[in-house]
Each structure stands twice: as structure tokens, then as C-alpha cells.
């Protein structure tokens, strides 16, 4: 044990956490960005990431789940009356510098998520994702709202369809960093898992703008134009298709006069524009900026920048990435842990309605297991996967919070509690579950799909 | 000329330069932070800085001027009736985001620069960077005051004396990205502007600490007592010297923890802490921040993560970092430009007092070769390299306009336009002034002091 936590290592963490938190009370507050503030707030959430995945590494856990709960903690000190680190909820500049470098976290994931994939191995499970997604989309929207109208009467039926809606979407940034942790994002039930969490996040992302038009129709004394769906949908397809399609031959030729640059890091910059441009389209276009992320990933491949690493010896896009990321991400992950408020568990209703739509979100997603259309390959592993709600389900449940019908918002206060213990828990039992799962049933390397190298060009 | 600009190259970066400003246009505004804004200001930004820096590369300009004068004209561009890029001055998003990426990005450049100066070898320069760092604040500062005060007989006392206190600090971003990109960051020319620099911010803080406390005393109608001014220097100096000698035992132990920690990416992550810590606690006893980052940087050592790297294979700081640097230091130096308001540079008397103002700078700095013990030395590059005020005399300026004596801003508005067209030039005409004086006087390597490999322990 000493070994592992040497205590000089423990007393200099503390060291530097009472002397952030001091700092924190020394200076002053305000609505303009204060750099120092940022400064203590990365500090603190980087030492927290880092302490809590080092703890559960050795407990042979996921190191996510540590930064998760490491996060959980630090939101909540306060409830034992310890407010050293009030300052990352209540100050301005802790909680804009937060938010800004957790989220450029989960689009740099979605794209290194993206960069691992292979395009034409995806395809092959492609009609496995579809079905997978769908049946994951589904069923979890008519439990999730059968649910709601059973044991909350009161509230309304557009409420009762929102909470349908949350329980949608999967969170694909949880399982993926877990699949990377264990070495198995290269299996084919990777491949299906990321492919249908694309499509599912696509799919939610539809059945939230629909949820939502309704509801705003309804609340302006109208219905809904079945064509107005039908658009919300086409943009949506129509995104992805087209941003696969230009996106691979634009990257082709963007890297090929890339040779031609004489300021370093070309191979970098390129890359990270490519994820930027496309997070941004996406959310243009009104679906969220990691799916952008993702197929900006998805498009970008070796070959493109051969030539310009022959010329000047640069890395590879993977390992360039990867200090950028180790950075980034962990923020992203102490952040959603932060954002959690435990007192909404002393409720015994909350905390009953909350049991039960998470038994509704976990059992909705276990269908996917049916979906899937190749054989021999780990079902299981499939429907735990797609378990996690993560961030999509914390921002369709701020979505509702704010949407107001008839005067009250959709989401009432403590359907929102509930909503977010859901997201809590099927976001923090993923990780150990898919681990046991993966450990129980390892994988054997497939013979019948070698590694393609430098991929397929479309 | 066909093969440096690809024809396509152009024509690509102008459709991407279309769809984001055309995007920013279809987005609504609003107090919240919006990440698609965020990443609509990145990627200009970044796009900017490639391309200008890949102009100047091609001009044998350094790239950071490149950078620098892109910025300048995204951010004027709306005077010749283009407003496609007024969202990164007007966006509440788009410059909360920029602005906190822009801080971070100097904040890291100076801990690389920290990272590449070796300590043994700044002590032995360490008197030369003393006393040209104590003439290039004296100097400035009374020619400034005095210039003020002939100048501008209208304004008071006080704005003459913090006229001349805008004067003092040396912005060492530009000189050490410039020495740099031209390979000499290694020489003693190098060493000793980059010491001076550090201690010319010190006493350039002191003093506008000082001038503050001065002015804010006589504002409430009484005069400030030298103790006060005593409090303020001596904090300064012991931050420094107890960084350094604290900073390097801590930084042996933490990196010995290292070895044992399970996760990845240890030495980075623990440097990266390491540079925020350092900056943050700069900025809590009153100095900048990048002083704290380049502290930082000199107090970490090859040795003390050898065996970190010998157990897991992992890289050295300086390539890790490299990748995190190269996205966010261009932003800070696309800012700087974006900042620049042309529209100053209408009105004659403001250019007048600022062509004066400017010379007063620049012959102020002059005086710093006379400071150099060694012999043999290139004089003429450090009187150079200490030429520009860059964002320490923008700071400088902010301060003074928002400091009120007797009802009136001390700084006024002619003035600031003139102390930023002065701290423009100066930092404009360095890189290319510096590099001409470089390439005629080619560094031989010096034989007396051979390179100390892993450096001495304190």
C-alpha cells in the first residue's frame, strides 16, 4: 500500500489543494473572465481526475469511474460542510473555464473515437448498428414515457413524452473511453456499440426536435406539421452522408498540399480544423457538435498524410492528439461528476420514480441485444454498452427544464432530479459491468477481418 | 508560386472562411456560453494564423508576425465594409473563448521557454540580465514621463507618470517565439534578454503597483506610505526566489512519485500541474501570470522524470508539450491583433504623440546593451530583443483607462489609442529587426560553456 499511495505524495496533494482553496477565498469575484480563477479551477479538477483514476487503476476499475466520482465529490464537500470547492459551481470564471475546456474534451474523445474507427469495418456491422440503434431508441422512448404516465398522473402528457425522449439517447463518450481503458475498441462489438450510439444519437437528436416542435405547436395553440418532421429528420441524414462523402475527399487533398507548408505541426493543425469545421456544421445543422466530431474522425485516414510525415518526419495524428486529449477529456468527465447534487437523493419519491425510470433506461437498451445480425459475438456486451446516458441525457433533461407549457416548464424541478440520477446511474454502473463482461468473455482476434492497412479510400 | 499556394489550398480556405462567417451570421446571440461560437472563433482563428504564418514562412518573415498582422486584419477588416468577423470582437462566446484559450496558450509558451532555459546558465548571465533589465525599466520609464509631460501639458501629473510606467515591461513572448523559430534560443544574447525580461516584468509590476498605489492614495486624499511600496517589491523577489528553490525539491519528489502511478501520461500531466500551479500562485501575490508559468518551466529537469520514462517509454515534457502549445499559441498572437483598432491611427496628434511615444520605447531599450558584463556579446540583438511592450503594456494601458483621479480616467482615450499604437509598433518591428541582426551576426557555438547534461541540482 505504500507502495502505491506514497504518503509524502498524498501530504503535497493535500498541500496543494488547501493552498488553491485558500486562494480561492484571498481574491475577489466578478462577472468579468479572472485567468487565475481558471487557473485554480483546472488545477482542482486536473488533481482530482488524476488522484481518482490513480485510485481506481489500482482497484482495477476504469479510471473514468474515478474521475467521475472524484467529481461527485468535489460538487458535493459542501453537504459535510466543507466549501473549499463552492468556487467551481459559484464563480464565473471557473464555471465558463470549466464548461468551455470540457466540452472541446468530448469533441477531441468523439475524434479520437473517430480516428480509431474503421470506416469499412463499420460498414460491415452497419446494418447491425441500424437495427441495434433502433430497437435501442424505441424502446426505451415508449417505456420511459409508459412509465412516466403510471406513476406521475399529475404532470401532463407532453411531460410524460419529454421523459420518454431523455431515456433516448446513449452516451457513446462513457463506453468508449471504458472500451479504449480495456483494449477493446478494435472488436467488433466496439464497432457495433459506436456505430449505433452515431445512429442513436442521431435518431434522439430527431425525436428531441420533434418532441420539442410539438410541444412548442401545442403551447402556441396549434399541431405540428407532419412535414416539419420530416425536415428535422432529412438534415440530419443528410448531414452525415454528406459529410463522409466531401469530407474524405477534401481531407485527401487538404493533406496533399500539406507537403507544401513550411510551418511545423501542418498534420496537427489540419486534423484538429477538420474536427472543429465539422463539430461546428453539426451543430449548424442542429444535431450536437460530438457526432461532427465523430465523422470528422471517421473520415480522416493515414494515407492522406503520408507523404507530408515522409517529408518532415511529423507524428502521427493519433499521438499528436493524445497529450492534447489527456488533458482535455478528464476535465469533461470531473465536470459532469461536479454537476451532480446528491441532496436530490434524500427525496423518497424522487428517489422511487428515479429507481424505476433507471430499471426502464437499463431494460430499454438490453432489447439491442436482439439487433444484432452477425453471429458468435458477445450480445450481452452489445446492451450493457449502450446502458450509459451520460451527457446527451443531462442536456435533454436542461432542454425540458427550460421548455414551459401553459406557463410551467415541461420538466418539473423534481422529474429533473430524477432524470438526473437516471443519467448518474446508468452512466456510473457501465463501466464495472462492461469490464466484467469483456473479462468473462475475452476476445478472440477475428481471422475473418485483418486489419486493413491505411484503410479504404471512397 | 503555384507549388507554395496551391490554387485548391486558397480556394478551400476561403469557403471555410465563407460557411463560418455565413454561420455566424445564422446563430442567434446571447449571454450563454455557446461551444458552436467557441469553435467558429477557433477555427478563424486558427485558420488565420496558419495561413498568415505560412506567408511569412514563405517570406522568410518570421511566422509569429504573420500571425500577429492576420489578426490585425480579421479584426479591422469591417473597416473596408466586411463585418464577416465582427463576431470575434462582438460575441460574447466567441471572445470569452478566445480570450481564455489566448491566456492559456502564453501561459504555456512561456512555461516551453522556462522548459528550454537551463538555470545553471541563466545564473552565470545572471548579473548581465540584472543590470540590463534595472536600465531597460529606468530608462523607458523617465523618457516616457518626460515625454508625456512635454507633449500633453493638459493631462495631469499622474497620467504623465503612468504614461512612463507603460514603458517599463518587456513583453518576452514575441522575442523568445522569435529567437525560436530562429534557433537561438540556446546563446547567451538569448539568456540574458530572456533573464532581464523576467526581472524587467518584476520591476515593471513593481511599478505599476507603485503608481496605482500612488495614484489611488492622492485619489482618497492622503499620499502613500513607502512602506506600502516596500511590501509590494519585497513579495515579488521572495515569490521568485522561493519558486524556484521550493519548486525544484518538489518537483524531484512529485516526479520520483511518478514511477508508481498506474495511469498514463504521468510526466504531463504532472508538468502541465506543475505550470498552472506556479502561474496561479504568481498571480496570487500580485505578479503575472506567465512569470509563475516561466518559474515553473525553469525548475523542471530531464533527470527528475528519467525513470518515469525508462518504466513506461513515456516522451519528454518538451515534445509533449509541443502539441498543446502549437494550437493554442497562435491564438494568443491572432488576439493580440484582432485587439487592434485601426481607426487610431486617423487622427494626427494621436499618431504624433504616438511616433514619439514609440521612439521614446525604443531608444529607451537602447540602453540595455550598455548593461552587458560579458565581452564579445552581440549588444546591439539584446537591445533588440527587449523592444516590445506586447500584452504586458496592453494590460498596462487597460489598467490606466479604467484607474479614475478627481472624476477622470488617468489614461485617457487618445492616450490609450497611442500607448496601443506604440505597443504595436514596437512589437512589430522586433521580429524582423531581431532575425536581419541575428542572420549578420551568426551565433558560434561557445566553447566555455559546454551544454550540462540533466542539469545541477539545488
Known amino acids: 500500500m505504500?507502495?502505491?499511495?506514497?504518503?509524502?505524495?498524498i501530504l503535497i496533494i493535500i498541500a496543494a489543494f488547501i493552498f488553491t482553496a485558500v486562494g480561492a477565498y484571498a481574491s475577489g469575484d466578478g462577472e468579468a473572465l479572472s485567468i487565475p480563477k481558471v487557473l485554480l479551477a483546472l488545477l482542482t479538477v486536473t488533481i482530482a481526475a488524476r488522484v481518482g483514476g490513480e485510485v481506481f487503476a489500482a482497484l482495477k476499475q476504469p479510471s473514468v469511474l474515478g474521475e467521475l466520482i472524484f467529481g461527485i465529490i468535489l460538487g458535493n464537500l459542501a453537504?459535510?460542510?466543507?466549501?473549499?470547492?463552492?468556487?467551481?459551481?459559484?464563480?464565473?470564471?471557473?464555471?465558463?473555464?470549466?464548461?468551455?475546456?470540457?466540452?472541446?474534451?468530448?469533441?477531441?474523445l468523439l475524434f479520437q473515437v473517430g480516428l480509431e474507427s474503421d470506416l469499412s469495418k463499420m460498414m460491415k456491422v452497419g446494418a447491425s448498428s441500424l437495427v441495434v440503434a433502433t430497437l435501442g431508441v424505441v424502446t426505451p422512448f415508449i417505456l420511459g414515457w409508459g412509465v412516466a404516465a403510471l406513476l406521475l398522473p399529475n404532470e401532463g402528457f407532453y411531460a410524460h413524452m419529454f421523459i420518454g425522449a431523455t431515456l433516448c439517447a446513449t452516451s457513446v463518450g462513457i463506453t468508449a473511453r471504458v472500451l479504449m481503458d480495456l483494449g477493446c475498441i478494435q472488436t467488433p462489438e466496439a464497432r457495433i456499440i459506436l456505430g449505433a450510439a452515431v445512429i442513436d444519437d442521431v435518431q434522439g437528436l430527431v425525436i428531441l426536435a420533434a418532441v420539442t416542435g410539438i410541444i412548442e405547436a401545442a403551447n402556441a395553440?396549434?399541431?405540428?406539421?407532419?412535414?416539419?418532421?420530416?425536415?428535422?429528420?432529412?438534415?440530419?441524414?443528410?448531414?452525415?452522408?454528406a459529410a463522409i462523402?466531401?469530407?474524405?475527399?477534401?481531407?485527401?487533398?487538404?493533406?496533399r498540399m500539406a507537403v507544401y507548408m513550411r510551418t511545423g505541426d501542418a498534420i496537427l493543425i489540419i486534423a484538429l480544423v477538420f474536427c472543429f469545421l465539422f463539430a461546428y456544421l453539426a451543430a449548424i445543422v442542429g444535431l450536437a457538435p460530438i457526432v461532427g466530431a465523430f465523422a470528422a474522425g471517421l473520415i480522416l485516414d493515414e494515407v492522406h498524410w503520408k507523404a507530408r510525415r515522409r517529408l518532415r518526419g511529423e507524428d502521427n495524428v493519433d499521438s499528436l492528439i493524445k497529450p492534447v486529449a489527456s488533458?482535455?477529456?478528464?476535465?469533461?468527465?470531473?465536470?459532469?461528476?461536479i454537476q451532480v447534487d446528491l441532496r436530490n437523493f434524500a427525496s423518497p419519491s424522487v428517489l422511487a420514480f428515479a429507481a424505476i425510470l433507471t430499471l426502464a433506461a437499463v431494460i430499454g437498451k438490453q432489447v439491442c441485444a436482439l439487433g444484432i445480425l452477425e453471429k458468435g459475438l458477445n450480445r450481452m456486451s452489445v446492451g450493457l454498452g449502450m446502458i450509459p446516458r451520460g451527457e446527451?441525457?443531462?442536456?435533454?433533461?436542461?432542454?425540458?427544464?427550460?421548455?414551459?407549457?401553459?406557463?410551467e416548464p415541461v420538466v418539473s424541478a423534481a422529474t429533473f432530479s430524477a432524470i438526473v440520477i437516471m443519467v448518474v446511474v446508468t452512466t456510473m454502473i457501465t463501466p464495472p459491468l462492461l469490464s466484467a463482461n469483456f473479462k468473462k468473455h475475452p476476445h478472440k482476434p477475428d481471422p475473418k477481418s485483418p486489419t486493413v492497412e491505411g484503410g479504404i479510400d471512397l
Open 2 to 9: 505504500k507502495k502505491l499511495f506514497p504518503p509524502r505524495l
Open 79 to 108: 453537504l459535510v460542510g466543507c466549501n473549499w470547492f463552492d468556487f467551481l459551481k459559484a464563480d464565473y470564471s471557473a464555471k465558463v473555464g470549466i464548461e468551455l475546456l470540457a466540452e472541446l474534451g468530448v469533441i477531441l
Open 221 to 241: 395553440g396549434g399541431t405540428m406539421q407532419a412535414s416539419g418532421i420530416v425536415v428535422i429528420v432529412a438534415k440530419a441524414v443528410l448531414f452525415l452522408v
Open 245 to 255: 462523402l466531401i469530407g474524405r475527399w477534401l481531407s485527401k487533398k487538404t493533406f
Open 327 to 337: 488533458i482535455l477529456v478528464p476535465v469533461f468527465f470531473v465536470s459532469m461528476g
Open 392 to 407: 446527451v441525457g443531462l442536456i435533454f433533461a436542461s432542454i425540458g427544464s427550460k421548455l414551459v407549457f401553459k406557463g
